[in-house]
């Protein structure tokens, strides 16, 4: 009886370790399979083709220097998605930055190129709040341009880093700008209207002296007495007619086709400019796939930016890096070169160099070059009197294999001087 009892405690402790250590491992193996589960759904999604209203949020940390700025330092972020079906949709993209230099500047912008569903429309938009400061040099281009200022005050590029940041033209400014453009053909072609507004206050001229024993005048005071523009503020608002032509098979990093634009600007002062006035914007940009494996690509961006009637307020007119994206004219700072009309081609030649399982695009490189040359009435300086070239070469880092977005860090050297590192969000065209 008792050794009867003793076999059934025994195995009714067998039976309970058992079947515990049986519930331990279906507990383990669900577990596993559950992970599996995730990690495999996670790589399915991560690897579907897109799809309409899929989103591509790529945020990146804003590091860069250059003569104008310091070091800037700050937070950006590039969204990018499609309004209809992929096959039939070009992707749309919008980059948002927030930056602060060690010139107490702060910039924040806005920029984005939006395609509706089936390419039917084309929205831009550019979106600026500064609180910033620049060099003002002279007008046109060519080796006057060193000049800071009148009565031999000056100094060139490479050495305005070792000055104050009171060397500066201090200025807030917002800028609003949008355009609509509907599709007319099947072939890329489209037309549309724009509304501009540019608004600069609270202008600090650092460098000019009017009570020295030889009064110091800077290009900016000399050119708005000239021309009758205030010199604390200024306003210049317009309508645009815009045309043009895009067959690029994506906005953020293109392997082939071609993007044209025309727009000619009126400023009229009833609506608020300081002055009547037109501008012509005409722009080309061409994509050469050299091998047809998106390995070797050769890049060309060319633009005119002309004032064709009445004057422009100093801060508008034609200049480097006042593009939509500011990233023409590497390795100078924004507005190095400005005059009443200027012309800018630029050339990159784009190559691949790694790729790993993830990202058979992760690693490529640049080697750019460009040309400026800006005209200056005041001074009798014609357009290609003076060509300014820059070049360097930079790194890419593919940061979203779909949405080919990418990191992008340049060093450059120009004329006078100067040089500078930028970091990009995207290629620079």
């Known amino acids: 009886?008792?050794?009867?009892?003793?076999?059934?405690?025994?195995?009714?402790?067998?039976?309970?370790?058992?079947?515990?250590?049986?519930?331990?491992?279906?507990?383990?193996?669900?577990?596993?399979?559950?992970?599996?589960?995730?990690?495999?759904?996670?790589?399915?999604?991560?690897?579907?083709?897109?799809?309409?209203?899929?989103?591509?949020?790529?945020?990146?940390?804003?590091i860069g220097a250059n003569p104008a700025f310091g070091f800037i330092y700050g937070a950006g972020a590039s969204v990018s998605g499609?309004?209809?079906?992929?096959?039939?949709?070009k992707i749309s993209n919008a980059l948002l930055g927030v930056a602060f230099t060690t010139k107490s500047q702060t910039i924040i912008t806005l920029k984005s190129t939006i395609y509706g569903e089936d390419n039917n429309f084309i929205a831009l938009g550019d979106i600026r709040y500064l609180q910033s400061s620049q060099p003002t040099w002279g007008l046109g281009t060519g080796p006057q341009t060193s000049k800071l200022a009148s009565n031999d005050f000056g100094f060139d590029d490479g050495s305005i880093e070792g000055n104050s940041e009171a060397d500066m033209l201090e200025f807030n400014f917002f800028r609003f700008y949008q355009t609509?453009?509907?599709?007319?053909?099947?072939?890329?072609?489209?037309?549309?209207?724009?509304?501009?507004?540019?608004?600069?206050?609270?202008?600090?001229?650092?460098?000019?002296?009017?009570?020295?024993?030889?009064?110091?005048?800077?290009?900016?005071?000399?050119?708005?007495?000239?021309?009758?523009?205030?010199?604390?503020?200024?306003?210049?608002?317009?309508?645009?007619?815009?045309?043009?032509?895009?067959?690029?098979?994506?906005?953020?990093?293109?392997?082939?086709?071609?993007?044209?634009?025309?727009?000619?600007?009126?400023?009229?002062?009833?609506?608020?400019?300081?002055?009547?006035?037109?501008?012509?914007?005409?722009?080309?940009?061409?994509?050469?796939?050299?091998?047809?494996?998106?390995?070797?690509?050769?890049?060309?961006?060319?633009?005119?930016?002309?004032?064709?009637?009445?004057?422009?307020?100093?801060?508008?007119?034609?200049?480097?890096?006042?593009?939509?994206?500011?990233?023409?004219?590497?390795?100078?700072?924004?507005?190095?070169?400005?005059?009443?009309?200027?012309l800018y081609l630029g050339a990159e030649y784009r190559k691949h160099l790694y790729g790993s399982k993830k990202n058979d695009r992760l690693l490529g490189m640049v080697v750019y070059g460009n040309l400026t040359t800006a005209s200056a009435k005041q001074s009798d300086i014609g357009l290609l009197e003076y060509i300014e070239p820059g070049y360097g070469l930079g790194l890419r880092v593919n940061i979203s294999k779909k949405a080919r977005t990418n990191i992008g860090i340049d060093?450059?050297?120009?004329?006078?001087?100067?040089?500078?590192?930028?970091?990009?969000?995207n290629e620079n065209f």
């Open 1 to 62: 009886m008792k050794l009867t009892l003793l076999r059934v405690i025994v195995l009714s402790v067998f039976c309970l370790v058992t079947s515990n250590s049986f519930a331990q491992d279906a507990t383990k193996s669900t577990k596993k399979e559950a992970k599996e589960a995730k990690k495999a759904a996670k790589k399915a999604k991560k690897e579907a083709p897109p799809e309409k209203g899929t989103i591509y949020f790529s945020p990146v940390p804003v």
């Open 82 to 89: 499609f309004l209809g079906e992929p096959e039939t949709t």
């Open 180 to 342: 609509y453009l509907k599709k007319v053909s099947d072939k890329g072609f489209y037309v549309g209207l724009g509304l501009r507004l540019d608004f600069f206050s609270k202008f600090q001229d650092q460098l000019l002296d009017l009570d020295a024993e030889t009064p110091v005048i800077t290009p900016f005071y000399a050119y708005n007495e000239h021309y009758g523009f205030d010199q604390d503020k200024s306003s210049l608002v317009g309508l645009s007619l815009n045309g043009v032509l895009d067959t690029r098979d994506n906005v953020n990093n293109p392997y082939k086709g071609r993007y044209a634009m025309a727009t000619f600007t009126v400023n009229p002062e009833f609506l608020g400019s300081d002055q009547s006035s037109t501008q012509l914007w005409l722009e080309y940009r061409d994509y050469i796939n050299i091998k047809e494996t998106n390995n070797d690509i050769i890049a060309i961006w060319s633009y005119a930016n002309l004032t064709t009637s009445g004057d422009l307020p100093y801060m508008n007119l034609p200049a480097i890096g006042w593009d939509q994206y500011s990233k023409s004219g590497e390795p100078y700072s924004q507005g190095r070169f400005r005059g009443q009309n200027l």
């Open 411 to 425: 060093y450059g050297w120009g004329s006078y001087g100067s040089k500078g590192l930028f970091l990009r969000l």
